[in-house]
């Protein structure tokens, strides 16, 4: 089976990648490779997974219509897509809203072009984000509440993915998945991150800045368990039954952590204790995040098993080989 992969230079792309490669699969890969966050990284990660048999990788900006021959050549015989690539970060909309328009919502649409005129396609799974909630204060969230109300861009940009791969279920008959994400982290995560901003702070005695004065909660989830839910995901397509083959889905931890306890187990895992400086709560930030995983335990037996506990150290043990700390 061949499948293309967006955002394969980006944390949850390279993994999933790796997980398809390990089993046998065939992994075309495309990233712009932006400088959002460290280029360094984005290397790092591709230099293994071009070092595997079945990988191949081409560096392309979806957002870019000039590039769309190349794309379509690129991707020849591929017959299931995940995609990953898009502009990431609640706060970074705040300052730079043009590169989620491009990034998440142009790059989206040319994937929906891509994969439908691309011949015997079975399925496109495609991330979303837990932000699309919003505001909601009802706990744990659940894929049947409204998502009307998003408080950042990057939320809204998220949702108007969803809407527009429904469009073309129902127009075209084309096999999608939405995956809501749920604050992934572990091994080979983003630097911009709150816990790899947290590691490098505390293990350079600088001080953390932690918001809402550490009143908020998270639903913590662990990379191996997200990619998990992914190749589930990327192995059932929906069918057309009463409607278009879509699905939408929570992917988390289905439990919600308190910050607080996140830093205190890093700080154990690093043998450091933190600086806190306490701030306010951030423009487009939420105080809590919690997956209601009822749909995907039932269609897809996804069970996630990684406590933070478990999860934290094993970011940590890559963090201190990774960046040469003893």
Not at 142 to 168: C, F, G, Q, V, W
Not at 219 to 241: E, K, L, Q, S, W
């Amino acid at each position: 089976m061949k499948t293309l992969v967006t955002g394969v230079a980006g944390f949850i792309g390279f993994h999933t990648a790796i997980r398809l490669l390990d089993r046998g699969g065939e992994v075309v890969g495309i990233d712009s490779v932006n400088d959002y966050y460290s280029v360094s990284l984005k290397r790092a990660r591709l230099e293994k997974l071009l070092a595997r048999d079945g990988f191949s990788f081409h560096k392309l900006d979806l957002s870019d219509r000039n590039t769309y021959a190349k794309t379509e050549t690129a991707i020849k015989g591929v017959t299931r897509t995940v995609h990953l690539a898009a502009q990431a970060g609640v706060r970074h909309s705040i300052d730079h809203p043009f590169d989620y328009v491009d990034s998440n919502l142009v790059a989206h649409l040319t994937i929906l072009e891509l994969c439908r005129h691309q011949p015997n396609f079975e399925h496109l799974v495609f991330a979303s984000s837990s932000s699309v909630y919003g505001g909601n204060r009802k706990l744990p969230f659940s894929i049947e509440d409204r998502t009307d109300s998003p408080i950042s861009l990057y939320a809204a940009t998220k949702r108007a993915n969803e809407h527009m791969s429904y469009s073309y279920a129902h127009l075209y008959g084309l096999p999608q998945t939405g995956l809501r994400f749920f604050t992934v982290y572990g091994p080979w995560g983003r630097p911009d991150m709150a816990l790899y901003i947290f590691a490098d702070s505390i293990i350079n005695s600088r001080p953390i800045e932690v918001f809402n004065h550490g009143e908020m909660k998270r639903d913590f989830t662990f990379i191996d368990d997200i990619v998990t839910g992914v190749v589930a995901a990327h192995d059932n397509p929906p069918a057309r039954a009463d409607g278009p083959p879509y699905k939408i889905y929570n992917i988390g931890n289905n439990r919600s952590e308190p910050l607080m306890r996140l830093i205190g187990v890093l700080e154990g895992a690093l043998g450091r204790k933190a600086e806190i400086v306490q701030r306010p709560m951030q423009m487009g930030d939420v105080k809590e995040s919690f997956a209601d995983i009822d749909a995907i335990q039932t269609d897809l037996g996804f069970e996630p098993t990684t406590s933070i506990d478990v999860g934290v150290p094993k970011f940590v043990e890559w963090f201190k080989s990774y960046n040469g700390y003893d």
